[in-house]
Structure formats: structure tokens, C-alpha cells
């Protein structure tokens, strides 16, 4: 769990507390003096205000969220925006709008359909009856489509055998207030409006907002933030009305995923498994609805962690989500690896080279952890993978400096020491960090070798002292055949409890000729874990749990202990396929793959680890992001693992390691990016791959 940030403030928000909650707003916007109109007296019925849970975080699992970062558009099922909880149109983390109440002759519509038509569009259905005739046909269809960069299309249709006269009321307002405010439960009070143009506007001291109507209003009421038209719609018939809500002086929103130069290449899935080519789909969706420009350097983008409530740069996440991405070219990774390379940490001091990040709660069991540890390791595994998959040399290049200072910053902090420990005096000995460290070392000096530049030997060496001690201290034998130790004590005891975790030793990472380093734990240490992993203690039938079911303090819904984490699933199928684990890696992917099904194949970063059975379905867990780039990355990961793509495009190869199992049947992968360029493959039935496009004088690898 990271650190407290404020207005966070609430122990049921720390968990989501990652980093900035936002990128830095829309600068440059100037004010628009509105157009006064003389307002009519009649009022709107009272709508009320604020997300009426103070103190607590608004519920997240039944919101329909449309993202085009950093447009976010929260909706629940009827459509219909009330300003409770977290309903309304935002931008840069800022609630432009909190209510749009839609009202037909008078009458709500009757909600018939909510559904999210991709990452950033949602689409709601609504029925009338407004004839005077009796009998069960609606006679009016309202359709709502609504956009996460602030416009609406509210369109009419008539259904009846005879001409309507159809008033159309919209009842309008908003707060202005932060996202973080609302999730304390401290939105503040509606605002007054005023009338300018084609619609409404409100101002505060901090910011202003407008929505604008097409065609323009029939009337406009300010004091009762309503917009009215009049429309005659013969049999058959239909109108509609577009409003647009903007900071005043904006432009539209201009997201980095759909535009020409997006990082990500666009990959699609075909096989016997139709779930998936609709996870990849979903998957890439929301990927580009969560890229974000460095306001500084805008040809970098990376990816926010999660919407709602992490819609800004989390260091980790943005490496972690990077790298499984890379199938889909090297660009994001090379946009992130330098956003981060400028916030690293310079000058004397033991923290010099290392990559800031806040605390992240780990559970009952264990304090809370730095994510900048994790980042700082995680950065010359990135850069090197990365060169693998084809990043031009000189980028590579560029990017070295910032990798030596992190692999410096571990040599130092782990001193003549064996382990790197927790920074603070007395920390723990994470397995987890271990197996961080010990990938960066072995993958940086690769990395350094590559570039003919010095450290390499040391890098390795250690590597070396660290394995031969893992595999004996965190070790803990037992009559079930033993098990890894989450941590080790100040004094050196063991923490003996099994989570998810453990799945960063199956994590080796990527070197050359289609080789992965070698792994913290021995072969029949690996084969004991598998076991463990694929046991139903960890394994829920929908993903893997963060904690065993067997295991004190699990709880189905703990975000440490006991949830499904999908990130964490999805580099268990990974590491246990690489080990030759088919059997288990196969069935954590067909437990994720229908849990994504339940979900609409836009996995959230965890849900709850209740076990499966006939006819159950995943709950989710009512503070997920959904969309997580982690999770959004983790589709990826989960079907390119099935071809075992493992390139080396600075020596013109690239290898295959197919899963042989062929847990999905056959499976094709078009679009992805080795050296480059397009990269297409696809698996038999019978576990066989064959490259169908590369990149010219791509070899296959043996």
C-alpha cells in the first residue's frame, strides 16, 4: 500500500494511494463570458447532491467507466447522472459535470440497457409509453451514447403509428470538485449556473466549466440548470442532441491511444477460443484509453495505473505494464523508460540512482513495501528486454546511463551484504525483492556486456552468492515438501506464509538467443512451487489468489490477502510454462479467461478469490480499478505466452517455445512487433508455431 497522499485520508482509500492521482490539468484556458438569457421561473424537481457515503470510498464495481485519459466518463446502469457518488464527465481529474438528468414529456425513461461499447464509449437504453392508448409496446426509444472526452448524444426515436410532440428536458449540474474530494466523501455543494451560448457554465475560483448544446436550446434556465427543446417526430421518426462538456476554452480531447502515432501496435487474435481474440481486443482497448503524454516531452507516453482512482504515473506499474507490452512494439517502453530516467534520483546520498516511488500495502503479514525498490529494479529489466524485442541501438544507448545508476544503487545498498533488505533500519528481507534483484543483475549485465560497458562480473557474481543462499535460507522444508519463505526476519527466521508473490522467483527474464536467466530457486525447489501454485489453496478456478485459502488471515476480498490479483495470474502462467509447468500454467489461464468472460473481457486489477463452482461467477471487488494497465498488459502477456515468442533482434533471431499443451487450441497472433516490424505467428492444435510474417532477415531461432 503507498503512502498517504493528500486528500486522501481515509484508511479505505490508502490502498489506491500509487502516486499522483492525476497528470498535471489543461493549462492555457482561457475564460468564455457568458451570454445571459432571461431564465423562466419554473423549476426542476430537487436532485440530490453529493456521493452520500462521507468518509467512505464510493463503490467502483457497478459503475459503467468510459476512460480516454484523461477524460473519464462514470455512469451507472440507467444512464442517468444524479451527482451521486462518483457519476459525471471529467478531465484531468476534475468533475466537469455531475449531473445530466434526461426527462421525455415530463417522464424519467425506463431503463432497458447499459453497455459499454469499448474503453471510452458507453451506450444506455430507455423505453417511454406517452400515448394514451393502453398496451405494452414503448412508443418512444431513448438512446444515450456517451463519450469519456465530454460529449453526449441523446437521441429520440418514435416508435408509434402516429405523429408525438416530444419536449426533451435535460437538468444539468456540477460540484467542480476533485476526484480525490469525492472519494474523502467531501464533494462540495452544486453550483449556481449561468446561461451562455448553447448552454450552461460554471465558475469557481479554481476552474469552469461549460456544456454547449446541438442544436441549441429551445429555452434555458440558469437558476434550475435546465435545457429544453421541442420536436415533432413523425412515425418512425427521430431527433437527437449532442451536448459537449468542456473546461472553458478547451478544445476536444485529443487522447494519445487514438491518435496515428499511438505506442502500441494494434494486434488481434484469431483461434478456436473466440474469448481470445475478445481479451486481446479488450485488452489493447484499454491500454490506449489509459496512455498519457509527459506534459514536458510529449512525444513520451506511458501508461496511468488504473481509472478511477489511479489515473496518474505509478513508477512500478508503468514499467511492469511496459514490459508485458512489449509484443506490441518497444515504443511505450522507450516513452516510459525516459519520463522515468528524469525523475530518478541524483547527488550524494544512499538513495542516489534510484527511482522514487510511495509505499504499497502488503498485506496483514508484512509492512508496507517501496515501489521504488521495485521500479529501480524493475528499469535496466525493462531497457534490456526491450533491446531484445528490437529498440534501436541508440536509444538503447541513451537510455544506458540511467540503467547503470540503478544497478550501481543496488550494489551499493546491498554492500557486503548478500541480500538487499528493506531500506528502513530493521526492514525485512523480502523473496519478492530478491528475485527483483536478481533478475536486474543478471539481465543488467547482459545489458552492460552488450554495450561493452564494465560491471558485468561483479553483477554476476553476486547473482551467483545470491542463489546459493536463497535456495537454502528461504527454503522451508515440511511434510507437504516444503515451500518458500515470504520473508526473512530481522533475526533471519522465515515468514512461512504462501501468496502470490511468489511468483516474481518463476520471473526470470529474457537474454539472448531465446534464453532465460536462470532462476532463485533449484529445479526441484521450482517443481514443489508449481505444485503449490496449482493447488486449490492458491488457485481460486477463476486466477490466482493473493494469499492461500489455508493461510491466517485470507480473506476472499483482501486486496493482500486472499484477492485474485490478475497481474500476478498472468506471470504465474508465464513463469510456469518457461519452467515446463503446462498442466498448472493451463489451468490458471482457462480460470482467467472465463473470469474475464463474467467481466466482459476488460479484466480488473483484482477481484475476489472466492473458489469456483458450477454456476458461480467472479465477484468483483468494489474497489478495483477497471480498467488497470496492469491487468489491460496482463491479456497480453497471457496469449503471447502461448506462442513463447522470445526474440533477439540485435542478432536477428527469434524463438520459439510454444506452450505444447495448446490450452486454447489453435491460436493466431497477428499484428504484434519483433525488430520493428509486423510479427505474426500461430500455434497448431497439437502445441506446433509457425512464424506467417517477420520482419526481413528475421531468423527462427532453435
Known amino acids: 500500500m503507498h503512502q498517504p497522499t493528500p486528500p486522501f485520508t481515509a484508511t479505505d482509500n490508502r490502498r489506491l494511494r500509487d502516486g499522483p492521482p492525476w497528470p498535471p490539468a489543461d493549462g492555457g484556458l482561457g475564460p468564455v463570458q457568458p451570454r445571459g438569457r432571461a431564465p423562466r421561473p419554473t423549476p426542476t424537481r430537487p436532485v440530490p447532491q453529493g456521493p452520500g457515503r462521507a468518509g467512505g470510498l464510493p463503490p467502483t464495481h457497478t459503475a459503467l467507466i468510459c ?84 460529449t453526449e448524444r441523446i437521441i429520440l426515436r418514435n416508435c408509434a403509428p402516429h405523429p408525438l410532440r416530444l419536449p426533451l428536458e435535460a437538468a444539468l449540474g456540477t460540484d467542480l470538485a476533485d476526484l480525490s474530494a469525492i472519494a474523502s ?77 499511438s505506442p502500441l501496435a494494434p494486434a488481434g487474435a484469431t483461434g478456436d477460443d473466440p474469448r481470445a481474440t475478445a481479451l486481446l481486443r479488450a485488452s489493447i482497448d484499454d491500454l490506449q484509453a489509459l496512455l498519457l503524454r509527459d506534459p514536458a516531452h510529449p512525444s513520451d507516453s506511458y501508461l496511468a495505473a488504473g481509472a478511477p482512482w489511479r489515473c496518474g504515473l505509478a513508477p512500478a506499474e508503468a514499467l511492469a505494464a511496459a514490459r508485458m507490452t512489449l509484443p506490441l512494439g518497444t ?38 513495501g517501496c515501489t521504488g525498490t521495485e521500479a529501480t529494479l524493475l528499469f535496466p529489466v525493462l531497457l534490456s528486454e526491450a533491446r531484445r524485442w528490437g529498440l534501436p541501438e541508440q536509444e538503447t544507448r541513451e537510455l544506458l546511463p540511467a540503467a547503470e545508476r540503478c544497478l550501481a544503487w543496488l550494489r551499493t545498498t546491498v554492500g557486503d551484504q548478500t541480500y538487499l533488505r528493506d531500506p528502513q533500519p530493521g526492514g525485512l528481507t523480502r523473496g519478492e525483492t530478491q528475485a527483483h534483484a536478481h533478475r536486474a543483475a543478471l539481465l543488467g549485465a547482459d545489458l552492460l556486456e552488450a554495450c561493452g560497458r564494465p560491471g558485468s562480473a561483479g553483477l554476476r557474481q553476486w547473482a551467483a552468492e545470491l542463489r546459493k543462499a536463497f535456495r537454502a535460507d528461504f527454503w522451508i522444508d515440511d511434510r507437504g515438501g516444503g515451500r518458500p519463505a515470504a520473508a526473512l526476519t530481522p533475526d533471519g527466521r522465515p515468514l512461512a506464509h504462501l501468496g502470490s508473490a511468489t511468483v516474481h522467483l518463476l520471473d526470470t527474464g529474457l537474454l539472448g538467443a531465446g534464453e532465460l536467466a536462470v532462476g532463485l530457486l533449484d529445479k526441484v525447489q521450482t517443481e514443489q ?127 520459439l517455445r510454444p506452450v505444447h499443451s495448446a490450452p486454447l487450441g489453435e491460436l493466431g497472433l497477428t499484428g504484434l512487433r519483433v525488430a520493428g516490424a509486423p510479427f505474426s505467428v500461430r500455434v497448431s492444435r497439437l502445441g506446433l508455431a509457425m512464424v506467417e510474417e517477420a520482419a526481413d532477415g528475421l531468423q527462427l531461432g532453435v
Open 67 to 150: 476512460v480516454a485519459l484523461p477524460g473519464l466518463a462514470i455512469s451507472t446502469e440507467d444512464g442517468q447522472l444524479t451527482g451521486q457518488g462518483l457519476e459525471g464527465f471529467y478531465r484531468a481529474g476534475r468533475r466537469l459535470l455531475a449531473r445530466c438528468q434526461v426527462r421525455v414529456a415530463g417522464r424519467e425513461p425506463l431503463a432497458v440497457q447499459a453497455r459499454v461499447m469499448g474503453a471510452d464509449s458507453a451506450r444506455f437504453v430507455g423505453t417511454l409509453r406517452v400515448s394514451p392508448a393502453t398496451g405494452p409496446d414503448p412508443d418512444v426509444v431513448v438512446e444515450r451514447i456517451r463519450h469519456a472526452d465530454g
Open 185 to 261: 466523501g467531501a464533494p462540495g455543494p452544486e453550483l449556481p449556473a449561468t446561461v451562455h451560448d448553447s448552454g450552461l457554465r460554471w465558475t469557481t475560483a479554481t476552474g469552469n466549466a461549460s456544456v454547449t448544446a446541438s442544436p441549441p436550446p429551445s429555452d434555458a434556465l440558469a437558476s434550475a440548470g435546465l435545457l429544453r427543446w421541442e420536436f415533432e417526430l413523425p412515425p418512425g421518426g427521430t431527433a437527437s442532441v449532442e451536448l459537449r462538456v468542456r473546461p472553458d476554452g478547451a478544445s476536444h480531447l485529443r487522447t494519445v491511444g487514438r491518435a496515428a502515432s
Open 331 to 368: 515504443r511505450l517502453a522507450a516513452g516510459t523508460l525516459r519520463i522515468l530516467a528524469r525523475t530518478q534520483l541524483r547527488g550524494p546520498g544512499p538513495r542516489t540512482g534510484m527511482i522514487p516511488g510511495p509505499h504499497r500495502d502488503a498485506g496483514a503479514h508484512l509492512p508496507p
Open 529 to 655: 512451487l508449481a505444485r503449490l501454485l496449482g493447488g486449490p489453496a492458491m488457485d481460486s478456478g477463476w486466477g490466482l489468489r493473493g494469499l492461500g485459502a489455508k493461510e491466517a488471515g485470507h480473506s476472499p476480498f483482501g486486496h493482500r490477502s486472499g484477492a485474485v490479483r490478475v497481474q500476478e495470474t498472468a506471470l504465474a502462467v508465464a513463469g510456469l510454462a518457461a519452467a515446463g509447468y503446462e498442466k498448472e500454467a493451463g489451468g490458471l489461464l482457462r480460470g482467467l479467461l472465463a473470469a474475464a468472460e463474467h467481466f466482459g473481457h476488460r479484466l480488473p486489477e483484482m477481484f475476489a478469490g472466492e473458489q469456483r463452482c458450477e454456476g458461480s461467477a467472479p465477484l468483483p471487488h468494489p474497489a478495483a480499478c477497471r480498467p488497470a494497465a496492469t491487468a489491460a498488459a496482463a491479456g497480453v502477456l497471457l496469449l503471447t505466452t502461448l506462442a513463447g515468442i522470445r526474440p533477439d533482434a540485435p542478432a536477428g533471431t527469434v524463438t
